[in-house]
């Protein structure tokens, strides 16, 4: 059955740094999302894209953020540079249109210090 | 705006009682959909169920069922003779589809389950 990945399954990084979370979609999906969830908390959205543009950013989603698909097959978020409070589960997800379910990959734990 | 809320924060239970965790949600649309996932210590999210605002029919899987009701707006999920395994907290989503054709997940805060033996 086709699924979400996402690498490295833990990034440990210096603040001030720059990351880059890697995902791979399911290969036939057309949205692409990427949520948050602080340790201990919910889950919370990040952001929406298709057809290589955000479709929806939530407030988190500052000017340190940014998405990107390079390829036919990847899409990152990448963090300019990190800060202690973006230290969480990082949750890539897919799907193929409207009328299908998210599927999610199983994370990326950052943990900044 | 849509929102979901999960008011058992931590619920323990002896080992092969049942169990029921509360989910209400609020959306201003007709069309949207409704998941329950699980989240064991190691931290993935485990898709559960999926249910669609236009099916209220309540779902049997082995030992997990779900009660959907709109006109409670709750979603609310059981365990029948809950083991040690099913230790985890357990979120309750809702997807509402927007214009553009995407989806955005609202997740409540999550019930910690503690099956203890």
């Known amino acids: 059955e086709p699924e979400v990945t996402q690498t490295p399954s833990h990034q440990v990084t210096q603040m001030g740094q720059e990351v880059i979370l890697r995902c791979v979609p399911i290969?036939?999906?057309?949205?692409f999302y990427w949520y948050r969830q602080i340790l201990g908390q919910k889950v919370e959205f990040l952001v929406s894209?298709?057809?290589?543009?955000?479709?929806?950013k939530s407030e988190i989603f500052d000017d340190q953020f940014s998405v990107e698909r390079p390829d036919g097959s990847n899409f990152t978020l990448k963090i300019r540079s990190t800060k202690l409070e973006d230290s969480a589960m990082y949750f890539c997800?897919?799907?193929?249109?409207?009328?299908?379910?998210?599927?999610f990959g199983p994370g990326t734990r950052l943990t900044v210090l | 705006a849509q929102k979901v809320t999960q008011a058992q924060t931590e619920i323990s239970v002896v080992e092969k009682e049942d169990v029921t965790l509360d989910c209400v949600y609020e959306t201003r649309d007709t069309t949207y959909y409704l998941f329950w996932y699980k989240q064991p210590p190691s931290g993935e999210l485990v898709f559960l169920i999926r249910r669609n605002s236009f099916d209220e029919q309540n779902e049997i899987s082995g030992r997990y069922s779900w009660n959907f009701q709109k006109s409670t707006s709750s979603f609310n999920f059981t365990i029948t003779a809950s083991q040690v395994v099913d230790s985890a907290v357990y979120f309750c989503a809702l997807s509402e589809a927007r214009s553009g054709g995407y989806q955005k997940v609202t997740f409540g805060t999550g019930t910690k389950l503690q099956v203890i033996p």
């Open positions: 290969s036939n999906h057309l949205y």
């Open positions: 997800a897919s799907n193929l249109d409207r009328a299908n379910e998210q599927f």
């Open positions: 894209f298709y057809n290589n543009e955000i479709s929806e």
